[in-house]
């Protein structure tokens, strides 16, 4: 299982500063297919610098796999961008 690309990010808008919250469409290898997810993920910043990152399948996604390891993978995947500046800003 890998996470190829997020597509489609587009930000919501909101009113808390240490939040960010996104919607986007994960493009995901498994086994011997590949899906598009919609996900939804927020990613909060702690007061010390540290980041939350909560991560939500949109409902009615038909997914033949354990949805926690995908959830871990697109997590990493989610940091990476952010960590590199990828992301667009709210």
């Known amino acids: 299982m890998q996470v190829l690309e997020l597509n489609q990010i587009a930000p919501d808008p ?16 498994l086994l ?20 939350m990152l909560y991560v939500d399948i949109a409902p ?6 354990p949805i926690i390891p995908i959830k871990s ?7 990476n961008l952010d960590n590199e500046g990828k992301l667009p800003c709210p």
């Open 14 to 29: 909101s009113f808390i500063y240490y939040r960010r919250n996104y919607a986007a469409v994960a493009r995901i290898q």
């Open 60 to 65: 009615g996604e038909d997914i033949d796999y």
């Open 73 to 79: 993978a697109i997590k990493t995947f989610i940091l």
């Open 32 to 51: 011997s297919k590949i899906l598009d997810i919609k996900i939804s993920f927020t990613i909060e910043t702690g007061p010390l610098g540290d980041k």
